[in-house]
């Protein structure tokens, strides 16, 4: 069983030749979390892979996990190969920012 905080994107990417998940990472031991995480899978039910670090968020602020890391396939470029991840970056109890990072793969 794998816990994701919140929001999770999968799709097929054609660069990878795989399924691919993205998500936030979910706080171990209440451990805030700045790391957008992602899993490839033969087929979008699975098996799914461990996930991996696909990038490093911005810090988070205390208490706080970065979360809702998604993927945005109306922007992916070169059949995949670069992809677009947005994700919500809390900076207080009341406050955060909607960040998009462009991921490359070689």
């Known amino acids: 069983m794998y816990f994701i ?3 999770v994107t999968v799709s097929y990417n054609v660069h990878l030749k795989t399924f691919i998940a993205i998500h936030s990472q979910f706080p171990s031991n209440s451990i805030p979390s700045d790391k957008v995480l992602f ?9 799914w892979n461990l996930a991996t670090e696909l990038f490093t968020g911005m810090p988070v602020g205390t208490d706080l996990n970065n979360r809702a890391g ?3 396939l109306e922007l992916a ?5 670069t992809i ?6 809390p900076q207080s109890s ?13």
């Open 5 to 7: 905080p919140g929001a």
């Open 39 to 47: 899993r490839t899978a033969p087929s979008p039910e699975g098996p």
């Open 70 to 72: 998604q993927e945005h």
């Open 77 to 81: 470029k070169n059949n995949g190969q």
């Open 84 to 89: 677009y991840v947005s994700y919500y970056n």
């Open 94 to 106: 009341l406050q955060g920012e909607l960040r998009l990072v462009e991921v490359k793969f070689q």
